[in-house]
């Protein structure tokens, strides 16, 4: 979550890159987690970046973004255990 000086809490918006499961194993992914950039952008089943990036439709940011490799852990280490923390303690 995102703080501010004023005590409020902020709404962060994350994703993670699930693996193809394998039914999906058969197909390329055309979409490709850039975590650099929070973002994801869509790429032709070769796997090369489109031509044009087209907000909202063929390219997406986010706060943050988790590429496939990524781990429960690590998204809950990013995104959620600040929250659980502050909750806990009240």
């Known amino acids: 979550s995102n703080s501010s000086s004023n005590g409020e809490e902020g709404i ?43 907000m909202g439709r063929t390219f997406f940011k986010y706060d943050k973004t988790f590429p496939e490799q990524s781990t429960t852990k690590d998204v809950y280490d990013s995104v959620a255990k600040g929250i659980v923390s502050s909750v806990v303690s009240g």
């Open 12 to 54: 962060q918006v994350a994703i993670r890159m699930r693996p193809l499961n394998d039914r999906e194993g058969e197909h390329r992914r055309v979409w490709k987690v850039l975590p650099k950039y929070a973002s994801i952008t869509q790429t032709s089943t070769d796997g090369q970046p489109l031509p044009e990036k087209i």
